[in-house]
């Protein structure tokens, strides 16, 4: 059944050679982060183009690059791809290293913050700033009358404030 939901979401995965293509990029990326059989299998059910990825061109250095921008150790690094596989095949240098900056200079986030709120809630990395987030904040931060530290700690406390809907969830909630 997962089979054919990967086959169904990615088709062009028929023309990929298992021995060369698949497996190694599997088998890199699992040992690269430590993941069991049921976390690899989540990750490829979940975002299944990571089976067109080359482990060595495009799974390593995005891991290196995020690992090595957020300082996450394996562990947090782990975390982060099981709960956002599509992470694999986001342009660091295009999306998320801009994201990141944007959301530290907005908040005012040390480093430590930064990681606290990637690791917790990592669907961040794959929000628009501008459209999603920005909006988010403000609206928080005038709705609730919030200084900018004080934003700043709601968000590290809470991260998921980042990932609820401004029109379904909070403009109902506090108009």
Known sequence: EQLRKVVARVPSVIGHSFESNIAPSLAGLQKQLSLNEAQLRKVVVAWPPV???????????????LQERLSLNDEQLRKVVVKLPSVLSLSFESNICPSLTALQKRLSL???????VVVTMPSVLGFSFESNIVPKLNFLQEELDLSD????D??????NLLGYSLEKRYRPRLK
Request: hydrophobic share 40%; aromatic share 4%; net charge negative.
């Open 51 to 65: 089976i067109g990825l080359s482990f060595e061109s495009n799974i390593a250095p995005s891991l290196a690059a």
């Open 110 to 116: 040390d480093e430590t913050q930064l990681q606290k």
């Open 154 to 159: 709601r968000v590290v406390s809470s991260p």
């Open 149 to 152: 530290g004080d934003l700043r």
